[in-house]
């Protein structure tokens, strides 16, 4: 079981730029939720995928946006990037009825 | 407004002290807490605690969670440098919904 895999681990994007990070869940997980780490912080909640629907989200503007797929993996958009979101994005997943959430190793973002 | 805190903020000790780390909370809708230890990147589950007063204990480690107070404690005995990382603190709200800490950083020195 290859666990939760990101794609890609690093990545340069300048000011006013459009990203897109993947998520492909742990095997039989169906629930995706994606986190924003700055520096020095706790994991921030953006969004959380269900059944291909945005089922929760934290206090993220708009510019943030999300899609899951038919086989539970995961996109997470950032539009307009600002310097502020330059962060390490963590993807979580996690099986109905399950205990933990499993993580990714995340994408390490960098604006300029 | 949710809110996790954790303390202290760092933490630096020698091998084979033990360590109490802190967590309160004050979250809506709290379901759980569990607790990850973040090394490099991905943070990795150590527990989940659902009932106050149940220490949850996996080798050296070992976590209790206080309701009436809301808070949870960390301990871990006879520290390694193995140990060293980020111990984050999440309860949990809504579905699947984790608020987590700032975490408290654990230095262990041979």
């Known amino acids: 079981d290859a666990g939760v895999t990101q794609s890609p681990t690093h990545l340069i994007k300048t000011r006013g730029q459009q990203v897109t990070l993947r998520c492909s869940p742990k095997?039989?997980?169906?629930?995706v939720s994606w986190y924003q780490q700055a520096l020095g912080q706790g994991p921030q909640f953006i969004f959380q995928?269900?059944?291909?629907?945005?089922?929760q989200r934290g206090n993220f503007p708009d510019r943030f946006s999300g899609h899951q797929f038919p086989n539970y993996s995961s996109e997470l958009n950032v539009n307009a990037l600002l310097l502020g979101d330059s962060a390490l994005y963590l993807c979580?997943?996690?099986?109905?009825?399950?205990?933990?959430?499993?993580f990714g190793q995340g994408t390490r973002l960098t604006v300029v | 407004e949710d809110k996790v805190v954790q303390s202290p903020l760092s933490l630096v000790v020698h091998e084979g002290d033990t360590v109490t780390l802190n967590c309160s909370y004050e979250?809506?809708?709290?379901?759980?807490l569990l607790w990850y230890k973040q090394e490099k990147k991905a943070p990795t589950f150590l527990f989940m605690l659902?009932?106050?007063?149940i220490e949850k204990k996996s080798g050296r480690l070992s976590s209790i969670l206080d309701k009436k107070e809301l808070s949870s404690i960390l301990n871990i005995t006879a520290t390694q440098t193995g140990d060293s990382a980020i111990y984050l603190c999440?309860?949990?709200?809504?579905?699947?919904?984790?608020?987590f800490g700032t975490g408290t950083r654990l230095k262990v020195l041979a």
């Open positions: 095997s039989g997980h169906d629930t």
């Open positions: 995928y269900y059944e291909e629907e945005e089922r």
């Open positions: 659902t009932s106050s007063g």
């Open positions: 979250v809506t809708n709290f379901r759980s």
């Open positions: 999440a309860p949990q709200t809504g579905t699947y919904k984790y608020i």
């Open positions: 979580a997943s996690i099986q109905t009825g399950g205990t933990e959430a499993f």
